[in-house]
């Protein structure tokens, strides 16, 4: 059930992007030079999913640099390096800076918490990074953000989600995609909510090891209290948006694509039914919620709680997987039969292999960061519809609220001001 557990290998990927070409300068210097990783964020995703893997592809890349604003981490995940390759050249760093600052260094992990993913992936394509950075965006305009400065960059830059290279999910789109259920009707996708924390609750001084002034980063300045810092920052809106962007990130990205609204989003959300919030004066996100979305070609999506389950209903049928990277499960056999398809989404053994590609081949990334920005404002969008306790009318051509000062004042928050965009990127209007 826990996909930051699911570490091995996959066949395919599922995909919406071309395989779009790059400038020459994005390039690698030499296709056969190997592609300088460092790691910006080593807790668990950050080790056991994400450097594990670069880990296991020592043709295309080396980690040269890990990091972490726990001192602990990034030693351990310098002795993994080092273990693995015997030697100990790792460096390690505690401030992220020191990364991007290193001309040896081709491209990114980041694996940080939400509010830091779009502030550093944009100083990294600033230093000429390329950059694999986990989903999702803080908010909606930093979304927008991100996209314009990876396009004017060009560098290369791929949403860190399996997702999108897992067989079900690729057989499930080329399905959908090839028109085996006639035209999509509507989606159903179920998010996992996970229990509190019930130890790690009182505010106390940080670990000496820890910098939790740079782990506030961007956001505003609150206590640390140890289970709100590390994996349950998401159950907090100041650092993520709960589970509707962490686990939706995931399904909702499959049902933006099959519905082909990738690069677009829907026009109206509407919650219904009883709304729940944590409210112990620790973690504010949403745990039970009804979001019923509406996009301009007349598909419907509703989103509530689940175990991971998505399925799409069509006018000829319908196909289901029940819980997350599950088998799939159809109206009839018929369905399953791709012989003759028309569409063929791309493929890769996982989000790693594609992006260490793209950046020797010169070209975009699977997911990209368009692609990303418009997943998560789809699920940005229902958030705030469930803080509004009202139906929202979403234009996302203009990428704003239809009549609404309110919700679109809710595109954006707040930032500390050393770590504004203002500051970091002053040539991009935020």
Same mark, same amino acid.
């Given at each position: 059930?826990?996909?930051?557990?699911?570490?091995?290998?996959?066949?395919?990927?599922?995909?919406?992007?071309?395989?779009?070409?790059?400038?020459?300068?994005? #390039?690698?210097?030499?296709?056969?030079?190997?592609?300088?990783? %460092?790691?910006?964020?080593?807790? =668990?995703?950050?080790?056991?999913?994400?450097?594990?893997?670069?880990?296991?592809?020592?043709?295309?890349? $080396?980690?040269?640099?890990?990091?972490?604003? =726990?001192?602990?981490?990034?030693?351990?995940?310098?002795?993994?390096?080092? #273990?693995?390759?015997?030697?100990?050249?790792?460096?390690?760093?505690?401030?992220?800076?020191?990364?991007?600052?290193?001309?040896?260094?081709?491209?990114?992990?980041?694996?940080?918490?939400?509010?830091?993913?779009?502030?550093?992936?944009?100083?990294?394509?600033?230093?000429?990074?390329?950059?694999?950075?986990?989903?999702?965006?803080?908010?909606?305009?930093?979304? $927008?953000?991100?996209?314009?400065?990876?396009?004017?960059?060009?560098?290369?830059?791929?949403?860190?989600?399996?997702?999108?290279?897992?067989?079900?999910?690729?057989?499930?789109?080329?399905?959908?995609?090839?028109?085996?259920?006639?035209?999509?009707?509507?989606?159903?996708?179920?998010?996992?909510?996970?229990?509190?924390?019930?130890?790690?609750?009182?505010?106390?001084?940080?670990?000496?090891?820890?910098?939790?002034?740079?782990?506030?980063?961007?956001?505003?300045?609150?206590? &640390?209290?140890?289970? $709100?810092?590390?994996?349950?920052?998401?159950?907090?809106?100041? &650092?993520?948006?709960?589970?509707?962007?962490?686990?939706?990130?995931?399904?909702?990205?499959?049902?933006?694509?099959? =519905?082909?609204?990738?690069?677009?989003?829907?026009?109206?959300?509407?919650?219904? %039914?009883?709304?729940?919030?944590?409210?112990? /004066?620790?973690?504010?996100?949403?745990?039970?919620?009804?979001?019923?979305?509406?996009?301009?070609?007349?598909?419907?999506?509703?989103?509530?709680?689940?175990?991971?389950?998505?399925?799409?209903?069509?006018?000829?049928?319908?196909?289901?997987?029940? /819980?997350?990277?599950?088998?799939?499960?159809?109206?009839?056999?018929?369905? &399953?039969?791709?012989?003759?398809?028309?569409?063929?989404?791309?493929?890769?053994?996982?989000?790693?292999?594609? !992006?260490?590609?793209?950046?020797?081949?010169?070209?975009?990334?699977?997911?990209?960061?368009? =692609?990303?920005?418009?997943?998560?404002?789809?699920?940005?969008?229902?958030?705030?519809?469930?803080?509004?306790?009202?139906?929202?009318?979403?234009?996302?051509?203009?990428?704003? !609220?239809?009549?609404?000062?309110?919700?679109?004042?809710?595109?954006?928050?707040?930032? $500390?001001?050393?770590?504004?965009?203002?500051?970091?990127?002053?040539?991009?209007?935020?």
């Amino acid at each position: 059930m826990d996909r930051r557990k699911f570490l091995g290998n996959t066949g395919m990927i599922l995909a919406g992007s071309s395989l779009i070409t790059l400038p020459i300068g994005c #390039k690698s210097k030499n296709p056969n030079d190997l592609i300088t990783i %460092g790691m910006i964020g080593v807790g =668990s995703q950050g080790t056991e999913r994400n450097l594990r893997h670069y880990l296991k592809y020592p043709e295309l890349c $080396r980690v040269v640099a890990v990091c972490d604003v =726990s001192m602990t981490r990034a030693t351990s995940a310098k002795n993994l390096t080092d #273990k693995t390759y015997k030697s100990t050249d790792c460096k390690v760093y505690q401030d992220f800076r020191a990364i991007l600052d290193d001309p040896t260094i081709d491209a990114v992990q980041i694996s940080t918490p939400d509010h830091w993913h779009v502030p550093i992936t944009i100083m990294a394509a600033l230093k000429g990074k390329h950059v694999c950075c986990e989903k999702p965006t803080l908010t909606i305009a930093e979304g $927008r953000l991100l996209s314009e400065v990876i396009k004017k960059t060009g560098i290369v830059y791929q949403v860190s989600v399996e997702d999108r290279f897992l067989p079900v999910y690729h057989q499930l789109a080329e399905i959908v995609l090839n028109g085996r259920l006639g035209a999509v009707k509507h989606i159903e996708v179920g998010l996992p909510v996970s229990d509190l924390p019930k130890k790690g609750l009182e505010i106390t001084a940080p670990p000496a090891d820890l910098d939790y002034d740079m782990w506030l980063g961007p956001t505003k300045e609150i206590p &640390f209290i140890y289970s $709100r810092t590390f994996y349950h920052f998401r159950w907090n809106d100041a &650092f993520s948006g709960g589970v509707i962007t962490d686990w939706g990130a995931h399904l909702c990205d499959t049902a933006q694509l099959i =519905s082909g609204n990738e690069y677009s989003g829907p026009t109206e959300v509407t919650p219904s %039914g009883e709304t729940l919030f944590y409210n112990d /004066g620790i973690f504010n996100t949403a745990y039970q919620f009804d979001l019923n979305y509406k996009y301009a070609n007349d598909i419907t999506v509703h989103v509530g709680v689940g175990n991971g389950n998505i399925k799409v209903i069509g006018e000829e049928g319908w196909i289901e997987s029940k /819980g997350w990277n599950q088998k799939l499960i159809g109206s009839d056999e018929t369905i &399953f039969d791709l012989k003759d398809k028309k569409v063929s989404l791309p493929t890769a053994d996982n989000e790693f292999i594609d !992006f260490l590609r793209s950046i020797k081949e010169g070209r975009k990334a699977v997911y990209t960061a368009e =692609s990303g920005h418009r997943t998560s404002s789809m699920l940005h969008c229902g958030n705030i519809a469930l803080k509004l306790n009202r139906k929202l009318e979403w234009d996302p051509l203009k990428e704003s !609220f239809v009549n609404d000062i309110e919700a679109d004042k809710m595109k954006k928050r707040e930032m $500390r001001e050393k770590w504004s965009y203002s500051k970091i990127c002053p040539q991009y209007p935020y």
